[in-house]
C-alpha cells in the first residue's frame, strides 16, 4: 500500500486546522497521512460501526522511526485498523510501517505491533480520543469496544472503501470535484493542458496564509475518562 503524509493545511467546515499539544504528546505521535484511492462514503453506514462514512479518504498513522517530510509518498505495509468515531462519523483509522523501516521485516500484523512496540497502539487510542477536547470538543469515541483490528480486517476495510471511490471517479458528485488526468474511465477526466489551465488560472500566493493559532502554543492536559496504559 502507498501513503501521502499530509501536504496542506487540514481544513473543516471552512476553516484551517491545527493540531494542539495535548499531555503527554506534543502535536502527532506518528506519520499521518492517508491511503490514496479510498473514500469513506457518507452515504454509507457501516454494519460494524452503525455510523456513516466521514467523507475522506482512509487515514493511516505509519509507526515507522523516520519523520516523514510534508507531501512524502510512502510505500507501507498494513498492519491493523481501528474504527474511531468522529462526530457521530466512521473515521477509520489505519497502522502500518514505512517496508523500508528496520523494523518492518518483524511486523506482519497487528498482534506483532503489541509484541514489539508495546504501548504504541494504546498510546495512539488515547491521542485519538483526546485531541479535539483543546477545541471544545467531546472526547471521540470508537467502534468494537476500541479494539484494534487485524491486518485482513484492515485490507477489507481498504477493498470496500476503494470500491466507494470507484463509484465515486466514475460518477458524477456535485459536492467533490473529482478533476483528474490519470483515470481515463472517469467522467471527470482532463488532458494534461486543461489540469495545466486550471493551474495557470489560480491565483499567485500572498502574503503567509493564516497564523498559527495561539493555543498550539500551549500544551494541554485533559482529565481521561477511559485509562490507557500506555507504558509497559
Known sequence: AVVSTQSTGDVKKGKLRFVNNVFPYHGYIWNYGALP????DPNH???????AGDDDPLDAVEIGSAVATRGEVKQVKILGVIAMIDEGETDWKL??????????????????VEAKMPGILEATR???????????????????????????????VINETHGYWNALMSGQNAKINCANTTVT?????ISVDEASGVLGSQPEKSGDGPPVAASTQDHCFVSRTVPEKVCH
Not at 484511492?37 to 469513506?40: F, H, I, P, S
Open 37 to 40: 484511492q479510498t473514500w469513506e
Open 185 to 189: 474511465s472517469s467522467k471527470s477526466n
Open 45 to 51: 453506514v457501516d454494519s460494524g460501526t452503525g455510523a
Open 126 to 156: 488515547d491521542w485519538f480520543r483526546i485531541y479535539k477536547v483543546p477545541t471544545g470538543k467531546p472526547m471521540n469515541e470508537f467502534a468494537y469496544k476500541g479494539e484494534w483490528k487485524n491486518r485482513d480486517f484492515a485490507n477489507n
Open 95 to 112: 497502522v502500518c510501517i514505512d517496508r523500508n523501516d528496520p523494523m518492518a521485516d518483524s511486523l506482519s500484523d497487528i498482534q506483532d
